[in-house]
């Protein structure tokens, strides 16, 4: 069935020269059959003609990702998109500036409503996308199959004049920057938080043939044009220290790398090599030539990385000349390590791979470094706010470095985490002649800013202007949490000065040195309107539009109140008369929003009468809760231990907290259920008249282990406890005493019973599975095929199937047990014998979303909730107290899972 379509894949493969969009999503676990409506797509609707270049975004853990399809029309000035994922209700493409969400142009399709997309954009909040002021992306098709892919096609202007889109602008040459794209998708039928649904990479829309990726474009050509000559400079198993910050040199000389040429090579292009292991930690690294590995002076860059760098390679008549002089034998790596959280153990075996010519090139590359190039700033604090650095370096610095002009190849702008805008500017005459800026600045996505831009000129006399902006910043300084402000300029061809190559410092006498120094100003900056950005800014829809009329409606926000993505008919009002939690409250389990962005976003995007609307003013209990009209009696005679006395099983709950949060239970509710369980310790009243028979003989497992599946983490002991205080005859007792199979079975066999620790070794030791022993117990053994088998774990067991039983006779694992039931009569005597062991195989509490194994048991799956003192306003359903029976703990966390998945649209995050 799918032979047919593959053939007619094969020239449609061989047009775009790249690898075959069949397989792209080969890393999933995908059969043929699932990937029918992928692959008849790809047959019947992609030529080479339609979407001759594609590439394949994967997502942070490689499992899935997005395939991403583009043609140019440069007679008409328009880019054509398609983007193929598994998905079934909505899907979002965005090109970004630094590689992330922020800073984002995004068009998405939602299948709540398929005969439109909304143009949508980013700046700086991780939060629901604005609706761009002017519709500029038009709906070619969407095609969604009955396998669950969904097919989305649009175009666009490839510059749409709007300061809410990106320009597309020419990255075909591999020394300049490529185009940086993000996707999400999602199964809800309009946008909401991806979890894991994203993915992102770098590609070159104008590069003929398509590449899948800019890592692969730079291996090839640079694998051509080098004739397969490189050597790396890079760490051998260094080990990271505890500490916040190391700078480590690494230096090689050109005898070292043995290199077969005398009189010097060529750097025509780079690529770093980055341990993933400890990318993370890789804060940032520099490349100088030197003299020799005990002198770094005089010495010139020749690369620097950051997150978000790929490498590049030079334009065919430019190339770094390396070891050509005395002052130019050696090759150091600075690379600067950041570990806040002291991690030890670390090893890393990052660096460079530098290709090279044994030919000279026509001209010779140097890099010039502007701003506070050698961190003058070091120790002076930044002012909190918003402020600005700028740093001017004058005309006479370009005119004493001789005639003739240089051409500026691109531009790196590095700043620390606190920065938020950057712009390199030329000056000439007064007047800017040429700005280059990245509007919306992240570290974490781009440390090094690649401009995206053509080269361009720099005459002699022309000066700079280096201006970096910071939210909030500590001080200027050398360490990951403290900032700088340096533009790297890549340019051609080299220049010097007295011998050294052309620079212009700030801050170390460099005026006497090289006749040429910065100057500083500094101002604090009053909002973000006073950042200078122009991309997300309000603006007149200024292109004739040549296209169809686009399929989305007009937006009629007004320009500076620009519009969410959604228009709703009759608004989901949540907590009406606003939150009453702090505004800094953050919900549980909401991936970090607060009330004030949940309940705007809800009005938003929500209908009232919808199952979702629903499900989230369950947010009330903890944005906006109400007394309870009959509150809960807890401790309703007063606490007998001090208000601050932590709940056993409650993860850090107090006494005093429950006694408030009862306040807003109604007596009948689940919860307030719940909470009688802390009874016995908050307001103790001695031992019951008629205590709950727990383990009347004693526990025969270790006080301390903790029961699979309980809501938080109660051991056998905390039952115990709960048992004393608890009336034989109350609600409580029986859902204690369901954990005795497990804290004190009743096997007689068992001479010795095994603890939390031995669990893994079992004191009696398991038989064959093929030929039971002898002496095992007579109803655990089993022969033959039965007509109705015994139904044990019928979805599945959850734990390890080699979990051995606690107190099983011979050892019997869960695996065990199955094969057991299978073979047993399901009204036989030995059926309710084996199915007493579902509360331990395949305990019923959805919460358990990763099944604990026979090492994981003493911390458990389930996690309780936060130690950390729960917000007066906290909701009472989300402070789960005591051991509860697992369709209780699955009602209550099922609730709140629910609220959850709802209010994770909040956050909103495309990557």
Same mark, same amino acid.
């Given at each position: 069935?799918?032979?047919?379509?593959?053939?007619?894949?094969?020239?449609?493969?061989?047009?775009?020269?790249?690898?075959?969009?069949?397989?792209?999503?080969?890393?999933?676990? !995908?059969?043929?059959?699932?990937?029918?409506?992928?692959?008849?797509?790809?047959?019947?609707?992609?030529?080479?003609?339609?979407?001759?270049?594609?590439?394949?975004?994967?997502?942070?853990?490689?499992?899935?990702?997005?395939?991403?399809?583009?043609?140019?029309?440069?007679?008409?000035?328009?880019? =054509?998109?398609?983007?193929?994922?598994?998905?079934?209700?909505?899907?979002?493409?965005?090109?970004?500036?630094?590689?992330?969400?922020?800073?984002?142009?995004?068009?998405?399709?939602?299948?709540? $409503?398929?005969?439109?997309?909304?143009?949508?954009?980013?700046?700086?909040?991780?939060?629901?996308?604005?609706?761009?002021?002017?519709?500029?992306?038009?709906?070619?098709?969407?095609?969604?199959?009955?396998?669950?892919?969904?097919?989305?096609?649009?175009?666009?202007?490839?510059?749409?004049?709007?300061?809410?889109?990106?320009?597309?602008?020419?990255?075909?040459?591999?020394?300049?920057?490529?185009?940086?794209?993000?996707?999400?998708?999602?199964?809800?039928?309009?946008?909401?938080?991806?979890?894991?649904?994203?993915?992102?990479?770098?590609?070159?829309?104008?590069?003929?043939?398509?590449?899948? +990726?800019?890592?692969?474009?730079?291996?090839?050509?640079?694998?051509?044009?080098?004739?397969?000559?490189?050597?790396?400079?890079?760490?051998?198993?260094?080990?990271?220290?505890?500490?916040?910050?190391?700078?480590?040199?690494?230096? =090689?000389?050109?005898?070292?790398?043995?290199?077969?040429?005398?009189?010097?090579?060529?750097?025509?292009?780079?690529?770093?090599?980055?341990?993933?292991?400890?990318?993370?930690?890789?804060?940032?690294?520099?490349?100088?030539?030197?003299?020799?590995?005990?002198?770094?002076?005089?010495?010139?860059?020749?690369?620097?990385?950051?997150?978000?760098?790929?490498?590049?390679?030079?334009?065919?008549?430019?190339?770094?000349?390396?070891?050509?002089?005395?002052?130019?034998?050696?090759?150091?790596?600075?690379?600067?390590?950041?570990?806040?959280?002291?991690?030890?153990?670390?090893?890393?075996?990052?660096?460079?791979?530098?290709?090279?010519?044994?030919?000279?090139?026509?001209?010779?590359?140097?890099?010039?470094?502007?701003?506070?190039?050698?961190?003058?700033?070091?120790?002076?604090?930044?002012?909190?706010?918003?402020?600005?650095?700028?740093?001017?370096?004058?005309?006479?610095?370009?005119?004493?470095?001789?005639?003739? +002009?240089?051409?500026?190849?691109?531009?790196?702008?590095?700043?620390?985490? $606190?920065?938020?805008?950057?712009?390199?500017?030329?000056?000439?005459?007064?007047?800017?002649?040429?700005?280059?800026?990245?509007?919306?600045?992240?570290?974490?996505?781009?440390?090094?800013?690649?401009?995206?831009?053509?080269?361009?000129?720099?005459? #002699?006399?022309?000066?700079?202007?280096?201006?970096?902006?910071?939210?909030?910043?500590?001080?200027?300084?050398?360490?990951?949490?403290?900032?700088?402000?340096?533009?790297?300029?890549?340019?051609?061809?080299?220049?010097?000065?007295?011998? $050294?190559?052309?620079?212009?410092?700030?801050?170390?006498?460099?005026?006497?040195?090289?006749?040429?120094?910065?100057?500083?100003?500094?101002?604090?900056?009053?909002?973000?309107?006073?950042?200078?950005?122009?991309?997300?800014? +309000?603006?007149?829809?200024?292109?004739?539009?040549?296209?169809?009329?686009?399929?989305?409606?007009?937006?009629?926000?007004?320009?500076?109140?620009?519009?969410?993505?959604?228009?709703?008919?009759?608004?989901?009002?949540?907590?009406?008369?606003?939150?009453?939690?702090?505004?800094?409250?953050?919900?549980?389990?909401?991936?970090?929003?607060?009330? +004030?962005?949940?309940?705007?976003?809800?009005?938003?995007?929500?209908?009232?009468?919808?199952?979702?609307?629903?499900?989230?003013?369950?947010?009330?209990?903890?944005?906006?809760?109400?007394?309870?009209?009959?509150?809960?009696?807890?401790?309703?005679?007063?606490?007998?231990?001090?208000?601050?006395?932590?709940?056993?099983?409650?993860?850090?709950?107090?006494?005093?907290? !429950?006694?408030?949060?009862?306040?807003?239970?109604?007596?009948?509710?689940?919860?307030?259920?719940?909470?009688?369980?802390?009874?016995?310790?908050?307001?103790?009243?001695?031992?019951?008249?008629?205590?709950?028979?727990?383990?009347?003989?004693?526990?025969?497992?270790?006080?301390?282990?903790?029961?699979?599946?309980?809501?938080?983490?109660?051991?056998?002991?905390?039952?115990?406890?709960?048992?004393?205080?608890?009336?034989?005859?109350?609600?409580?007792?029986?859902?204690?005493?369901?954990?005795?199979?497990?804290?004190?079975?009743?096997?007689?066999?068992?001479?010795?019973?095994?603890?939390?620790?031995?669990?893994?070794?079992?004191?009696? =030791?398991?038989?064959?599975?093929?030929?039971?022993?002898?002496?095992?117990?007579?109803?655990?053994?089993?022969?033959?095929?039965?007509?109705?088998?015994?139904?044990?774990?019928?979805?599945?067991?959850?734990?390890?199937?080699?979990?051995?039983?606690?107190? *099983?006779?011979?050892?019997?694992?869960?695996?065990?047990?199955?094969?057991?039931?299978?073979?047993?009569?399901?009204?036989?005597?030995?059926?309710?014998?084996?199915? *007493?062991?579902?509360?331990?195989?395949?305990?019923?509490?959805?919460?358990?979303?990763?099944?604990?194994?026979?090492?994981?048991?003493?911390?458990?799956?389930?996690?309780?909730?936060?130690?950390?003192?729960?917000?007066?306003?906290?909701?009472?359903?989300?402070?789960?107290?005591?051991?509860?029976? #697992?369709?209780?703990?699955?009602?209550?966390?099922?609730?709140?899972?629910?609220?959850?998945?709802?209010?994770?649209?909040?956050?909103?995050?495309?990557?």
């Amino acid at each position: 069935m799918m032979q047919p379509l593959l053939l007619l894949l094969a020239a449609y493969a061989t047009a775009a020269n790249a690898i075959d969009p069949i397989n792209y999503f080969d890393a999933t676990s !995908l059969t043929s059959d699932e990937k029918e409506g992928y692959v008849s797509w790809l047959a019947s609707s992609s030529s080479s003609a339609d979407y001759p270049m594609h590439a394949f975004l994967p997502t942070a853990n490689a499992e899935d990702g997005a395939a991403i399809f583009w043609s140019l029309h440069p007679e008409e000035k328009l880019v =054509k998109f398609a983007i193929a994922v598994r998905a079934t209700g909505w899907a979002g493409l965005g090109i970004s500036q630094a590689g992330g969400m922020i800073g984002s142009d995004i068009v998405l399709f939602q299948s709540s $409503n398929p005969d439109e997309v909304v143009d949508s954009y980013v700046v700086e909040e991780y939060d629901v996308p604005w609706v761009d002021d002017c519709p500029d992306w038009n709906l070619i098709n969407a095609t969604m199959t009955d396998d669950g892919w969904m097919i989305v096609e649009v175009s666009r202007f490839l510059d749409t004049n709007d300061s809410q889109d990106w320009p597309i602008v020419n990255d075909k040459e591999l020394w300049s920057a490529p185009t940086r794209l993000i996707a999400a998708w999602g199964d809800s039928p309009s946008a909401m938080y991806h979890g894991q649904s994203n993915a992102r990479g770098s590609v070159r829309l104008h590069a003929e043939p398509s590449f899948s +990726s800019e890592s692969a474009a730079l291996g090839d050509v640079l694998e051509e044009q080098s004739n397969g000559l490189y050597f790396d400079v890079r760490e051998d198993n260094h080990q990271i220290p505890a500490r916040e910050t190391q700078y480590h040199d690494v230096c =090689k000389t050109f005898e070292e790398l043995n290199i077969d040429q005398t009189g010097g090579i060529t750097m025509i292009g780079v690529v770093p090599i980055i341990s993933e292991e400890t990318r993370q930690h890789i804060h940032h690294f520099t490349a100088y030539l030197q003299p020799n590995c005990d002198s770094p002076f005089p010495r010139s860059m020749i690369y620097i990385w950051a997150p978000g760098d790929e490498g590049w390679a030079m334009p065919e008549h430019v190339g770094f000349p390396l070891f050509h002089s005395e002052n130019a034998q050696a090759i150091q790596l600075e690379i600067h390590y950041d570990n806040p959280t002291l991690i030890e153990g670390m090893v890393d075996s990052s660096g460079v791979r530098l290709y090279y010519s044994n030919e000279e090139r026509e001209e010779k590359a140097a890099i010039l470094e502007l701003g506070d190039a050698f961190v003058g700033l070091a120790g002076q604090n930044i002012n909190a706010g918003l402020t600005r650095y700028q740093f001017t370096c004058p005309g006479e610095c370009s005119a004493n470095v001789g005639s003739g +002009s240089v051409t500026i190849l691109n531009e790196y702008l590095h700043m620390h985490q $606190n920065g938020v805008r950057m712009t390199n500017e030329v000056i000439r005459n007064d007047e800017v002649v040429r700005a280059s800026s990245v509007d919306v600045y992240d570290f974490e996505q781009q440390g090094g800013f690649h401009v995206p831009q053509q080269p361009y000129e720099v005459l #002699p006399g022309d000066g700079f202007r280096t201006t970096c902006y910071y939210r909030d910043g500590d001080k200027f300084g050398l360490d990951s949490d403290e900032e700088m402000c340096i533009a790297f300029v890549m340019y051609y061809p080299a220049k010097e000065f007295a011998g $050294n190559p052309w620079m212009c410092p700030y801050g170390i006498g460099a005026l006497e040195r090289i006749g040429c120094e910065q100057e500083l100003e500094f101002s604090d900056v009053a909002s973000d309107d006073n950042l200078g950005r122009s991309f997300g800014t +309000s603006n007149e829809c200024a292109v004739d539009s040549l296209l169809p009329a686009p399929t989305q409606s007009p937006v009629t926000a007004a320009p500076t109140t620009s519009a969410r993505p959604s228009v709703v008919i009759e608004p989901c009002v949540v907590c009406p008369d606003g939150s009453t939690a702090d505004i800094d409250y953050v919900i549980p389990d909401s991936g970090g929003a607060t009330c +004030s962005i949940a309940l705007a976003y809800i009005e938003a995007t929500m209908d009232e009468n919808t199952d979702s609307c629903t499900q989230v003013k369950e947010v009330e209990s903890v944005c906006c809760p109400t007394l309870a009209a009959n509150p809960c009696p807890f401790c309703s005679s007063g606490l007998t231990s001090t208000a601050s006395s932590e709940v056993p099983g409650a993860d850090g709950a107090t006494c005093g907290d !429950l006694v408030e949060n009862a306040n807003y239970l109604e007596e009948d509710s689940e919860t307030c259920g719940f909470y009688e369980l802390a009874e016995p310790f908050c307001c103790p009243t001695g031992d019951a008249v008629t205590p709950c028979p727990f383990c009347p003989d004693g526990i025969t497992l270790d006080e301390d282990f903790v029961i699979p599946g309980a809501p938080n983490g109660e051991t056998c002991g905390d039952l115990v406890e709960i048992a004393r205080t608890s009336d034989g005859n109350g609600e409580i007792c029986p859902q204690v005493q369901a954990a005795e199979i497990i804290c004190c079975p009743s096997v007689e066999e068992v001479t010795t019973p095994p603890t939390t620790e031995s669990l893994e070794t079992p004191t009696v =030791k398991p038989t064959s599975k093929s030929s039971p022993s002898p002496t095992a117990s007579p109803e655990l053994v089993t022969t033959g095929l039965v007509v109705t088998p015994c139904p044990f774990c019928p979805d599945g067991i959850t734990l390890d199937e080699d979990f051995v039983i606690p107190g *099983a006779p011979n050892g019997e694992t869960c695996g065990d047990l199955v094969e057991i039931a299978r073979t047993s009569d399901g009204n036989g005597e030995i059926c309710p014998q084996v199915q *007493a062991a579902e509360i331990i195989c395949c305990p019923s509490v959805e919460e358990v979303t990763t099944p604990p194994t026979t090492e994981s048991l003493e911390t458990p799956t389930v996690k309780p909730t936060s130690k950390s003192t729960p917000s007066p306003t906290a909701s009472p359903e989300l402070v789960a107290t005591g051991l509860v029976d #697992p369709s209780a703990g699955a009602t209550l966390h099922g609730v709140r899972n629910i609220v959850t998945l709802a209010l994770l649209s909040i956050f909103y995050v495309l990557v």
